[in-house]
């Protein structure tokens, strides 16, 4: 049964809104946020460097993690009002995405003591990067069918297969990764989650050209790669267990704040459509209503969300396959209308060349190449092409929903799966 979703917070979450606050305005650039502030390419890259040091003493990057650890120990609802701040002002709050949000709080769950001691402090003051080595040529939505195979030799697995799609592989010190541990196990067993610096003579990382011309993932082979026998996160082939945790993560995170860079997004359409005269079209304007519906209801569902986490009545992974699912769709749909919006001017390069090049800064603007500037809109538009396909299809969601929500019968495997 579903709980009813209280919007206010309590009088000490709302102190805690007034420091956070109070620490941005200290901390950010004088005029961030305001119309017409902007920053060249090396100021932006030199703030990025400041700011993740700056989060780092501020405690704020993963604040919820033990103290133990280095963490804050800060709760869910004072971490929820954080994360609406920062996106409140538009300021990042992240070193590393694969180190803060998937494969440190798998450590957290999985890992020995000595593993959190040697990985936990360098996710959280963002001088270790990480890449997520779970994809093959033949094994996405089908993991368990994954090759690639690591062997013990002595007091070191060694490394062998290919992993592709790999985010990052070409910045990142570290990658985790699933390899088949024992081939004569059952397919989800037999697997082991092992943690490999990337630094190494046996790895090649091989760039994959993207539509934009950006090259954001990779190919990465591993020729007797190697890495400490102790890397393996949560025993030996015990990996499948571990991975799904992580993959619970990437599914599931940021509720009630989600919603915000589409409704910001939906301004900036709305401005794009006022500049053409399109606001009067009567199909622009029922299409922009659909996406401010849509925006709402991710809105609500967020705080359906917080709701049913704080009372325990959460079930992450029915929530976020039915959140993943709705978001990514609608996001298509959104973008597809902004360059309906822009008309010709969605065919022209908008970007400003020194502004937006991909680099391996923890919070580098995402998108494109200094010959190849799409504006903001346009590298949206082509990223969420791939938002119903990474971190679990649309269709794998909606798998998920109709097996463990519906309860309808599961899928047929084909013989021999
Ligand atoms: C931008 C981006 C970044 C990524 N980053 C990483 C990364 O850092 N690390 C990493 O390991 N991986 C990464 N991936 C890979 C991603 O996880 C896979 O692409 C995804 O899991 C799908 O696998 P696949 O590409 O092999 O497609 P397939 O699994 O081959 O699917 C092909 C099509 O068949 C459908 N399909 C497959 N099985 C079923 C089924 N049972 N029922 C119904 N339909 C089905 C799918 O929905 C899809 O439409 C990334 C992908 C993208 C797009």
């Not at 209280?6 to 420091?19: H, K, Q, V």
């Not at 990996?239 to 940021?254: D, I, N």
């Not at 359409?269 to 500049?275: F, H």
């Amino acid at each position: 049964m579903s709980l009813p979703v209280d919007l206010t917070y309590p009088p000490e979450a709302e102190a805690f809104r007034g420091e956070i606050r109070g620490w941005l305005e200290e901390n950010l650039p004088e005029g961030w946020g305001e119309p017409g502030f902007s920053m060249t390419h090396d100021e932006r890259k030199s703030f990025e460097e400041e700011w993740t040091k700056k989060l780092a003493a501020g405690g704020w990057i993963c604040s919820s993690w033990p103290v133990d650890y280095g963490g804050k120990g800060l709760s869910l609802l004072q971490q929820v009002v954080l994360t609406e701040e920062f996106a409140r002002a538009g300021a990042p709050l992240r070193a590393d995405f694969f180190g803060d949000t998937l494969v440190g709080p798998t450590i957290l769950q999985w890992g020995s003591n000595d593993q959190k001691r040697h990985f936990i402090p360098g996710i959280l003051d963002g001088s270790i990067s990480w890449c997520q080595g779970f994809s093959e040529p033949d094994a996405g939505s089908d993991l368990a069918s994954l090759k690639t195979r690591a062997e013990l030799d002595g007091d070191e697995w060694v490394i062998n297969g290919q992993k592709v799609w790999t985010t990052q592989a070409q910045f990142a010190d570290y990658i985790f990764l699933l390899a088949r541990t024992d081939p004569e196990a059952e397919k989800h067993a037999g697997i082991s989650y092992l943690l490999v610096p990337m630094k190494q003579p046996g790895i090649e990382v091989r760039p994959i050209a993207q539509i934009d011309g950006s090259a954001e993932f990779n190919e990465v082979f591993f020729t007797d790669a190697r890495c400490p026998k102790d890397n393996v996160v949560g025993g030996v082939n015990n990996g499948w267990k571990v991975a799904m945790t992580t993959l619970g993560f990437e599914r599931g995170t940021s509720a009630t704040t989600g919603y915000r860079r589409f409704a910001k997004e939906l301004d900036r359409i709305i401005e794009a459509a006022r500049a053409r005269g399109k606001e009067r079209d009567p199909l622009v304007r029922q299409r922009l209503a659909e996406v401010w519906c849509a925006v709402k209801i991710m809105q609500i569902n967020g705080y359906r969300t917080l709701t049913d986490t704080l009372n325990g009545t959460h079930h992450a992974a029915k929530l976020g396959a039915c959140n993943k699912m709705f978001w990514s769709e609608t996001h298509q749909r959104t973008m597809e209308l902004a360059m309906d919006v822009l008309g010709m001017d969605a065919q022209i390069l908008r970007g400003d060349p020194g502004g937006v090049e991909m680099s391996g800064g923890r919070t580098a603007a995402r998108r494109g190449r200094a010959d190849y500037p799409v504006d903001e809109l346009q590298a949206s538009f082509f990223f969420s092409r791939s938002e119903t396909i990474w971190g679990g299809t649309a269709e794998i969601q909606r798998n998920i929903v109709g097996e463990r929500v519906l309860g309808l019968p599961k899928e047929p495997k084909a013989p021999g799966a």
